[in-house]
């Protein structure tokens, strides 16, 4: 009890990120939804469905581990603070970038309208997977900020392991499905 009292008495308001994060991801996840039956509604097919669940649980046990490792263990933020804080707000910029260029087809799942090709605008110009570099950075950066190294390098881990897996079905299903990858310049899914 008393190092739980210690850890809200050591809050800064850098730790209102944390709320913020997790309803950032709750509005996107209705964003998701809606976008999906849009999709749905186009013909769009589900690809790579078998690791979605798992992407599911790193991110709900990444925001777990985070408030954990911060107020149960009672981690101070970091001295890098701001160096974390630019990072995760680089990250914000970049994946709603992603977001807004995608538009409709932008989804938390694989979905891929047949037919359809990659994007090749905005992020998609230079990066293949702007929304993910976005997700990397911030699974490390937000926890680190808080001095939650166990969560932000855990999650790293493991987000590393899925994102192989994601953006191999992602070009699968691009291929069998859409147009695949232009040979053009950069590519982007």
Do not use: C, K
Request: charged share 15%; glycine share 6%; proline share 4%.
């Amino acid at each position: 009890m008393l190092s739980y009292l210690i850890a809200i008495a050591d809050w800064s308001p850098l730790h209102l990120l944390i709320p913020f994060a997790i309803l950032q991801r709750l509005m996107e996840l209705r964003r998701a939804r809606r976008n999906d039956a849009v999709l749905r509604s186009r013909g769009a097919v589900e690809a790579g469905t078998g690791h979605y669940p798992a992407i599911v649980a790193l991110h709900v046990l990444w925001f777990i581990g985070m408030i954990v490792e911060v107020v149960l263990l009672t981690r101070h933020v970091s001295l890098l603070w701001p160096l974390f804080l630019l990072l995760f707000l680089l990250a914000q910029v970049l994946r709603y970038w992603a977001i807004r260029t995608l538009g409709v087809r932008w989804s938390t799942r694989i979905m891929v309208v047949p037919g359809s090709m990659a994007v090749h605008r905005g992020p998609y110009r230079y990066i293949r997977h702007p929304n993910y570099v976005a997700v990397i950075m911030e699974l490390f950066v937000l926890p680190a900020m808080y001095g939650a190294y166990v969560t932000a390098v855990t999650a790293s881990i493991v987000n590393a392991m899925l994102l192989r897996i994601r953006i191999r079905e992602e070009a699968r299903a691009l291929r069998e499905l859409g147009r695949g990858y232009e040979a053009v310049g950069r590519r982007s899914a």
